[in-house]
């Protein structure tokens, strides 16, 4: 019996470490996930499936109901691992239907997934724990008790006759509304937290009617190898950038959820627009120094067929890179980006002949003369 509880608290134990990593990134959706990204790039299903209209229900993330389902299931267990025998068929009547409602709702959460189109590699491994919790929980009913005995014990548990039954009774459901609170006050923090730096939706409501507002300028912009996200959009948006800029990061930011949300519906093309004046005559000092080698190792990376990924792995590295970056930094950015989407050994090649050329791309100097004459 001590082995069946055993495998499924730690089963439970790892929906809670799930549960708990898709209710942050539910509200830190720009966080990286390290090796346990559903995707590579901005191609990241886990953020499509998180950030979709099914993700809440009645203000609460599906995530946080997950994580009390798994608090509730860790709980229970260690009651009857610690009471012994006294309780363990109460606990088994109890926890059973739970759990059978916990993998109903995976069941419709899967086929939801599936409507959406993405799918997101720790959902599923939840659905996984929470079908392993239910097959163990049946295993170990079906080895030790019975189902006459678990509902008797299960409803004197519920319509309790004396002092010990009463008192675990009270503990349950202490512990149901203390995990809850916990549970809802702690994603309502995180949900804060998230929103110190974000527009209302009142605002951002009020800054796209003013930007709908406005005449269409019918501008023609020129064709550019620097692109990211879906190769037929419905949304086209072109950024002006300069790569070592840190608001272009916190931009990068809204990149990087924007196409994780809506990568089959839109792109983004980028031009350069360096502050730097080793590159750029419409300037007379540098806030970026280097940011024109920034551009030029954009450039190649693009000219190499590699862009998005080159782009990725730059601004994922830009905490550590932007305080010394040189052209140095550009090929080690080119390297690691071989190794974590594996590159054609071609690509890398082109990129470092085209880094080292000793021309400056004619893309970089038109694309500043372009921004001018908008900005005319």
């Known amino acids: 019996m001590n082995r069946y509880l055993n495998l499924i608290q730690i089963i439970s134990a790892a ?16 966080m990286d996930m390290g090796i346990i990204a559903c995707g590579k790039g901005f191609v990241n299903p886990c953020i499509s499936v998180g950030q979709s209209d099914y993700s809440v229900i009645f ?19 260690l009651v009857a691992d610690y009471a ?19 993998v109903a709702a995976d069941i419709i959460l899967a086929v939801i997934m599936l409507k959406i189109g993405s799918v997101c590699n720790l959902c599923a491994a939840t659905y996984a724990v929470t079908i392993a919790i239910l097959v163990l929980l049946m295993m170990m009913i079906k080895k030790y008790l ?15 006759v004396n ?43 009020h800054e796209l009617a003013s930007f709908y507002r406005n005449p269409v300028s019918g501008i023609v912009f020129p064709e550019s190898s620097m692109t990211a996200g879906s190769s037929n959009p419905l949304v086209k ?13 916190k931009f990068y930011k809204t990149e990087k ?18 502050l730097d004046s080793t590159c750029n005559k419409y300037l007379d000092d540098s806030l970026y120094p280097e940011s024109c080698t920034a551009s030029k190792s954009m450039q190649s990376a ?18 550590s890179i932007k305080e010394n970056y040189d052209a140095g930094t550009a090929k080690m950015l080119a390297d690691k980006t071989s190794s974590r989407f594996r590159t054609e050994k071609e690509k890398l090649r082109a990129f470092n002949e085209l880094f080292d050329a000793g021309d400056f791309p004619s893309q970089v100097t038109g694309d500043i003369e372009f921004a001018e004459k908008m900005n005319c």
């Open 163 to 205: 002092p010990d039954q009463r008192a675990v009774l009270a503990l349950i459901l202490l512990f149901v509304f203390f995990a809850g609170f916990s549970v809802v006050s702690g994603s309502g923090l995180l949900r804060l937290r998230a929103g110190i730096n974000r527009p209302s939706d009142k605002m951002v409501t």
């Open 15 to 30: 929906g809670i470490v799930l549960s708990s990593i898709l209710l942050y990134q539910h509200y830190h959706p720009d």
């Open 257 to 274: 959820y924007l196409l994780a949300k809506y990568g089959g519906n839109i792109q983004f093309i980028y031009y350069h627009y360096p």
């Open 237 to 249: 948006i072109h950024v002006f950038t300069d790569f070592l800029c840190s608001a272009c990061y």
């Open 59 to 77: 203000g609460v993330p599906v995530a946080a109901m997950g994580l009390l389902f798994y608090l509730f299931i860790t709980f229970m267990l």
């Open 302 to 319: 693009a000219a190499a067929g590699f862009f998005e990924e080159y782009f990725f792995t730059h601004f994922n590295e830009y905490p």
């Open 146 to 160: 019975s189902w006459k005995e678990i509902l008797i014990s299960a409803k004197n548990i519920m319509r309790p």
């Open 84 to 102: 012994g025998d006294k309780y363990f068929a109460a606990i088994c009547g109890l926890i059973l239907p739970v759990t059978v409602a916990g």
